[in-house]
């Protein structure tokens, strides 16, 4: 009988697969196809939308979307105040996410950043192969890769992975595996008069915090190593993360301790949670009514470890080069916010934002163009400056670049001795600026400050050179301009 399946990339071979439908994977395809790259999508998924089919449990995001912002939606600079929708050069599938936003936050809801999602996916539209589930992979002795599916064999010179970090994982302290995690967290009325205790101090933990705050008669949040606030507040997540501070520092019933946990037991109809103080050292031994494991997730990478993908994060999330492959020339790219595991510079201990989609969707487009170059021998076109608009170019891009803002440290805008332009992952730039070239950063110091960094490559060495705050982060003056030029 003839197959009646009528789903777009049945088993094969192609130069690239992607697997997964959520924001990385979309991203990847649309990027990869504006270079004219053919590829599959496959996804176990049924539609679009990836873990924002689920997550956040509580159903309002972290990242801001400005339906009216100081720039007119679609242009460039919206990005900057649109930290939710995919990149997109047509006008009509630009900044997707606001368009559904009810304006009753300025961060959406889930359903709302999943419609936003659906949206571009049907729009674009990006093809996938839905209900088709990645399962296995080996290398041939060609060395092309092969994904074995639910529905067949896939070979492929690169494959991209975008299946997230969304695993729930817990630490392994004894007696966590009693607990329910994140995940798991019921309706916050159901919390009504408890003491809850939640195992963690990032997003998820504050999640939970937050959500519970109308609720709980007491939220305990506790990690050894202390949040820092004044980097908080000038941050995405501020949201989350302040709310339960503001009542922290009110004396409302909120904690956030700095906090080994040793062990969590049962104690009858009670939990006992046992630990020791860090930054204030002592024995801690807290009795409550709930935990929590807030301990992140993990990126499912199945059998991928014997091909030579290795980890960081307590095993939990692949260790990554700048271009955000697992080694170099070895075809395995990962998207999403698994693209986390390449850390770049740290500089002043701020990470980049790789783990949410106004950081991820960037390092998609870039990440697109290192496949194709290396692996396709398909090079994206560059742009061009002239010598003589090269100082107001560069102190432009500093001061209103969606990518630069996003990626502080990571991402740079780099200008070649001939004047050819593109995007960077800084670390990679670094490792081989090529002869006499310019890279342009923003970057963040540990007290929150924001300003630029220029570094000047000339041949036998690279100068970093900061140049000072301001008040607007506008830094296209005329102060600017000629210590700009007198560093270039």
Same mark, same amino acid.
């Given at each position: 009988?003839?197959?009646?399946?009528?789903?777009?990339?049945?088993?094969?071979?192609?130069?690239?697969?992607?697997?997964?439908?959520?924001?990385?994977?979309?991203?990847?395809?649309?990027?990869?196809?504006?270079?004219?790259?053919?590829?599959?999508?496959?996804?176990?998924?049924?539609?679009?939308?990836?873990?924002?089919?689920?997550?956040?449990?509580?159903?309002?995001?972290?990242?801001?979307?400005?339906?009216?912002?100081?720039?007119?939606?679609?242009?460039?600079?919206?990005?900057?105040?649109?930290?939710?929708?995919?990149?997109?050069?047509?006008? #009509?599938?630009?900044?997707?996410?606001?368009?559904?936003?009810?304006?009753?936050?300025?961060?959406?809801?889930?359903?709302?950043?999943?419609?936003?999602?659906?949206?571009?996916?049907?729009?674009?539209?990006?093809?996938?192969?839905?209900?088709?589930?990645?399962?296995?992979?080996?290398?041939?002795?060609?060395?092309?890769?092969?994904?074995?599916?639910?529905?067949?064999?896939?070979?492929?010179?690169?494959?991209?992975?975008?299946?997230?970090?969304?695993?729930?994982?817990?630490?392994?302290?004894?007696?966590? #595996?009693?607990?329910?995690?994140?995940?798991?967290?019921?309706?916050?009325?159901?919390?009504?008069?408890?003491?809850?205790?939640?195992?963690?101090?990032?997003?998820?933990?504050?999640?939970?915090?937050?959500?519970?705050?109308?609720?709980?008669?007491?939220?305990?949040?506790?990690?050894?190593?202390?949040?820092?606030?004044?980097?908080?507040?000038?941050?995405?997540?501020?949201?989350?993360?302040?709310?339960?501070?503001?009542?922290?520092?009110?004396?409302?019933?909120?904690?956030?301790?700095?906090?080994?946990?040793?062990?969590?037991?049962?104690?009858?109809?009670?939990?006992?949670?046992?630990?020791?103080?860090?930054?204030?050292?002592?024995?801690?031994?807290?009795?409550?009514?709930?935990?929590?494991?807030?301990?992140?997730?993990?990126?499912?990478?199945?059998?991928?470890?014997?091909?030579?993908?290795?980890?960081?994060?307590?095993?939990?999330?692949?260790?990554?080069?700048?271009?955000?492959?697992?080694?170099?020339?070895?075809?395995?790219?990962?998207?999403?916010?698994?693209?986390?595991?390449?850390?770049?510079?740290?500089?002043?201990?701020?990470?980049?934002?790789?783990?949410?989609?106004?950081?991820?969707?960037?390092?998609?487009?870039?990440?697109?163009?290192?496949?194709?170059?290396?692996?396709?021998?398909?090079?994206?076109?560059?742009?061009?400056?002239?010598?003589?608009?090269?100082?107001?170019?560069?102190?432009?891009?500093?001061?209103?670049?969606?990518?630069?803002?996003?990626?502080?440290?990571?991402?740079?805008?780099?200008?070649?001795?001939?004047?050819?332009?593109?995007?960077?992952?800084?670390?990679?730039?670094?490792?081989?600026?090529?002869?006499?070239?310019?890279?342009?950063?923003?970057?963040?110091?540990?007290?929150?400050?924001?300003?630029?960094?220029?570094?000047?490559?000339?041949?036998?060495?690279?100068?970093?050179?900061?140049?000072?705050?301001?008040?607007?982060?506008?830094?296209?003056?005329?102060?600017?301009?000629?210590?700009?030029?007198?560093?270039?």
């Amino acid at each position: 009988m003839a197959s009646t399946d009528e789903r777009p990339f049945p088993p094969g071979d192609y130069p690239v697969v992607v697997v997964g439908s959520g924001p990385g994977g979309l991203q990847t395809s649309y990027c990869l196809s504006r270079l004219g790259v053919e590829h599959a999508v496959l996804s176990a998924d049924e539609e679009p939308g990836g873990m924002f089919r689920l997550y956040p449990i509580f159903q309002r995001l972290l990242s801001w979307s400005k339906p009216d912002a100081p720039a007119e939606r679609g242009a460039r600079a919206y990005e900057w105040f649109d930290h939710n929708s995919l990149l997109a050069e047509e006008a #009509e599938h630009q900044a997707l996410v606001p368009e559904f936003m009810d304006r009753t936050f300025m961060v959406p809801s889930r359903p709302e950043m999943e419609q936003g999602l659906a949206a571009f996916a049907n729009r674009v539209p990006v093809s996938v192969r839905y209900s088709c589930r990645w399962e296995a992979t080996r290398r041939d002795d060609d060395g092309r890769l092969v994904l074995t599916t639910s529905d067949g064999e896939y070979r492929c010179r690169a494959a991209v992975f975008a299946v997230g970090v969304t695993t729930p994982w817990k630490s392994p302290i004894p007696g966590i #595996e009693q607990v329910p995690h994140y995940v798991e967290c019921g309706d916050p009325p159901e919390y009504q008069g408890r003491r809850v205790f939640v195992v963690g101090k990032r997003n998820s933990a504050f999640e939970i915090a937050d959500g519970l705050l109308p609720w709980a008669r007491q939220v305990i949040l506790g990690s050894p190593r202390p949040v820092q606030t004044t980097v908080i507040a000038l941050s995405t997540v501020r949201v989350r993360y302040l709310q339960p501070y503001e009542d922290y520092g009110l004396g409302g019933g909120t904690f956030a301790l700095d906090l080994a946990v040793e062990r969590i037991e049962r104690r009858g109809e009670r939990w006992g949670v046992v630990g020791q103080g860090t930054t204030r050292p002592g024995p801690i031994d807290l009795e409550v009514d709930d935990v929590f494991a807030a301990t992140g997730f993990s990126a499912p990478l199945l059998d991928l470890p014997a091909l030579g993908v290795r980890t960081v994060a307590q095993g939990r999330i692949p260790a990554l080069t700048p271009f955000w492959e697992s080694a170099p020339g070895s075809g395995i790219y990962f998207a999403g916010n698994a693209t986390q595991g390449a850390a770049g510079l740290r500089k002043h201990g701020v990470g980049a934002s790789s783990a949410a989609v106004h950081g991820f969707r960037y390092n998609a487009r870039v990440m697109a163009a290192h496949l194709a170059a290396n692996h396709l021998g398909v090079r994206a076109p560059r742009e061009r400056v002239e010598r003589d608009r090269l100082v107001p170019y560069l102190l432009d891009e500093v001061s209103s670049a969606p990518e630069l803002w996003a990626q502080k440290s990571y991402l740079a805008r780099t200008v070649s001795e001939d004047g050819e332009t593109e995007i960077l992952p800084l670390a990679g730039w670094l490792d081989d600026p090529g002869g006499r070239s310019t890279a342009v950063a923003v970057e963040m110091n540990a007290a929150g400050e924001i300003y630029p960094a220029v570094y000047v490559a000339n041949g036998g060495g690279v100068r970093e050179i900061l140049l000072p705050p301001h008040e607007l982060n506008d830094f296209r003056g005329a102060d600017y301009e000629r210590e700009l030029r007198a560093v270039l």
